[in-house]
């Protein structure tokens, strides 16, 4: 098929990039031009496991960029995955959504023939239905007997996973309004997909399709901040969490998935969505407790990091170091990452602050231009009077003369990747 993918971030580029390898044909859109160049030259702009190899592998054939909106028209179907970011008050901004649907429209208003919208972004069940379809149809009156459908398909991606989890889906999600040329459609794209892999695919109705998405990470999120608080209650009684969640996810009913405690949850999805769902629920009356407890929970978890740093060393005017900086291993993205708030705290405390990352150090200098950022773990060690674990890259675990550079070392591990030893002071968040 021919599709078109507007917006090139995580979602947009793992899309475009999969749908090619499934044997399409894509044209990425993109505003901006240096996105646009680079997807072009076989190059990604994001970190992501898998995602360089098939950009460059079909840049230039089956993979295309541009900037202008109006090559959708030339397509069989085109997703909007462009980003939904919160706002103060944690509702979602989807003014650059909604000017992306503005433009798809206006492209396709003058083509023969029927064309598919197809929803990839995030968006809650009344800025669905009552903004962005509006806006796509508005838009595109001019189309022959106003021949646009619009459909809702969320994704499911996972940074760091996210080419595999495109390409081995739990489910397909596909909300219509009945329109049956859109599932007809979105059938035959994701063909290759349901037939290799026998993926169960879920039709439902556009807002039903919006809110699973939401639903989705909520319930993930909140599993999280559950265990981050039986791990909480587990340090206080001198019991390992670790063992204790071991034990509960062999129970069918809970597994094992999500329940590492530790410092907390972060990224682009989950604080967004969360904070969405609780602003959305108040807005039509109804205050949703339990969410905002998980988001709560949350946003106390690095405080405790550092209180239990506060028992083994006053850190003003020590130098203190930070492993880890993204908000999961695998990825560049400091998007909601619980290294922000630890380094806030260190340097509330007086710490100075140097931190390491494999990957991520380059976005957290953009926010924290005055922290020293170390070339390596062993140089943010050496020297350093406290370390605290903040992100679970595996080269953590193999530290181990490392830390004997360290003054009197004190390590808080937010993730329970360093192994407590002779020589070190050692604390784990929840166990």
Known sequence: MNVSVVGSGYVGTTLSACLADLGHDVTAIDVDEETVDRLNAGETTIHEPGLDSLVSAYAGSRLRATTAHADAAETDL?????GTPAKPDGSIDASVLLAAAEDVGEAIAEKEGYHLVVVKSTVLPDVLEDELVSAIEAASEGTESGDVGVAANPEFLREGSAVRDFMEPDRIVIGTDGDERALDRLAELYQPLISDWDIPVVETGRREAAMIKYANNTFLAAKVSLINDIGNVCKAFGVDAYEVADAIGLDSRISGEFLRSGVGWGGSCFPKDTAALVAGAESVGYEPAMVQAAIDLNDRQPERLLELLDRHVDVDGERVAVLGLAFKPGTDDVRGTRAKPVIEGLLERGAEVIAYDP?????????????????SAAAALEGSRGAVVVTAWPEFAGLDAEFDAMADPVVVDGRRVVERREGITYEGLTW
């Open 78 to 82: 085109t997703f909007l995955a462009v």
């Open 359 to 375: 990957r991520a150090a380059e976005a957290m200098a953009e926010e924290f231009p005055d922290v020293e950022y170390a070339d």
